[in-house]
T-cell receptor, first 113, second 114 residues
Framework: NAGVTQTPKFQVLKTGQSMTLQCAQD?????MSWYRQDPGMGLRLIHYSVGAGITDQGEVPNGYNVSRSTTEDFPLRLLSAAPSQTSVYFC????????????FGPGTRLTVT | AQSVTQLGSHVSVSEGALVLLRCNYS??????LFWYVQYPNQGLQLLLK??????LVKGINGFEAEFKKSETSFHLTKPSAHMSDAAEYFCAVSAPNTGNQFYFGTGTSLTVIP
């Protein structure tokens, strides 16, 4: 198993550009989520999904879109990047029946200039 | 909703000394509690978790934590610090009444002084 994978590892964007952060898992987990990590703020939930076709907002959803067309993939879209979105982004997944077993991806470091 | 407070954003200890990282949580129902470690420029690694079994939880790398309901605490300890323990540590809480969403503390950066 590859676990949770994220691409790219690093990305630099200009203000106003759009991009998609990719996240995939091969563990057949129902639940997937996106967090952002900022210094002194810990990790904050952006969006999550409890299964294909179902998504919901977390604590800091503004400026981000998600969709879940398959169990394996959960991409995060920035429609018009802003410097405030400079952060490290982590994707995570878990089984619904084991809510205490959450697996994190390696992260994507995004800089918006 | 749940919340987590980590007291002390920076903690320094001498090599060989006791490590104590503090975590207090808020939850209206019995929670799951977690400690994660993050080394520079890396992802999160689970150190240990509490899932309502034994209140004293042992994790990897010699760390342990004790769930104290009366104090709403889940402090992380290690008897003897190693240089390799220098990292950022995050406490997190989740509970069934909020869909088992994870709520993270703001982190504690541990420095180990030789």
């Amino acid at each position: 198993n590859a676990g949770v994978t994220q691409t790219p590892k690093f990305q630099v964007l200009k203000t106003g550009q759009s991009m998609t952060l990719q996240c995939a898992q091969d563990m057949n987990h129902e639940y997937m989520s996106w967090y952002r990590q900022d210094p002194g703020m810990g990790l904050r939930l952006i969006h999550y999904s409890v299964g294909a076709g179902i998504t919901d907002q977390g604590e800091v959803p503004n400026g981000y879109n998600v969709s879940r067309s398959t169990t394996e993939d959960f991409p995060l879209r920035l429609l018009s990047a802003a410097p405030s979105q400079t952060s490290v982004y982590f994707c995570a997944s878990r089984e619904d029946s084991r809510p205490y077993e959450q697996y994190f991806g390696p992260g994507t470091r995004l800089t918006v200039t | 909703a749940q919340s987590v407070t980590q007291l002390g954003s920076h903690v320094s200890v001498s090599e060989g000394a006791l490590v104590l990282l503090r975590c207090n949580y808020s939850s209206s129902v019995p929670p799951y509690l977690f400690w994660y470690v993050q080394y520079p420029n890396q992802g999160l690694q689970l150190l240990l978790k509490y899932t309502s079994a034994a209140t004293l939880v042992k994790g990897i790398n010699g760390f342990e934590a004790e769930f104290k309901k009366s104090e709403t605490s889940f402090h992380l300890t290690k008897p003897s610090a190693h240089m390799s323990d220098a990292a950022e540590y995050f406490c997190a809480v989740s509970a069934p009444n909020t869909g088992n969403q994870f709520y993270f503390g703001t982190g504690t950066s541990l420095t180990v002084i030789p």
